[in-house]
């Protein structure tokens, strides 16, 4: 994952040592919209869906890539629906790993902030939405 490979061994067993790989069956919610933020989510194999308010899909991720670090940054509740696309692998990292992580490295910390960038113009259009 982007941002992982600029740690330290230490630093990534310890992420590791906290973190939960749990598997979810394609169609199965991994978490609702306005459910609490408890991690964020790193996808290890297959796919998740994140749906928009209307339940139309915004995006797929795959192997490699990582959601829920938008509620963990602004420390509010979840923006989106996310159902497993496919049956998938997921590696859960909690809360308090994933701001010790960011305090560790820069480069996580980077990249974290360019996919809230990336990602910021799509929650903006699910809040508020243009006007027919």
């Given at each position: 994952?982007?941002?992982?490979?600029?740690?330290d061994?230490?630093?990534?067993?310890?992420?590791?040592?906290?973190?939960?790989?749990?598997?979810?069956?394609?169609?199965?919610?991994?978490?609702?919209?306005?459910?609490?933020?408890?991690?964020?989510?790193?996808?290890?194999?297959?796919?998740?869906?994140?749906?928009?308010?209307?339940?139309?899909?915004?995006?797929?991720?795959?192997?490699?890539?990582?959601?829920?670090?938008?509620?963990?940054?602004l420390?509010?509740?979840?923006?989106?629906?996310?159902?497993?696309?496919?049956?998938?692998?997921?590696?859960?990292?909690?809360?308090?790993?994933?701001?010790?992580?960011?305090?560790?490295?820069?480069?996580?910390?980077?990249?974290?902030?360019?996919?809230?960038?990336?990602?910021?113009?799509?929650?903006?259009?699910?809040?508020?939405?243009?006007?027919?």
């Amino acid at each position: 994952m982007p941002g992982f490979e600029s740690m330290d061994d230490r630093a990534l067993l310890e992420v590791v040592g906290d973190s939960a790989n749990l598997f979810w069956r394609a169609g199965s919610t991994v978490f609702e919209a306005g459910s609490p933020s408890d991690g964020i989510y790193v996808v290890v194999s297959g796919a998740v869906a994140v749906l928009g308010d209307d339940g139309e899909q915004v995006s797929v991720l795959r192997a490699g890539e990582f959601f829920g670090e938008f509620s963990l940054v602004l420390g509010g509740a979840r923006l989106n629906d996310v159902l497993a696309a496919e049956d998938c692998e997921l590696m859960v990292v909690p809360k308090e790993s994933f701001e010790r992580l960011i305090d560790s490295s820069p480069e996580f910390g980077a990249e974290v902030r360019r996919k809230l960038e990336e990602r910021l113009p799509e929650h903006l259009r699910e809040l508020f939405p243009p006007r027919a």
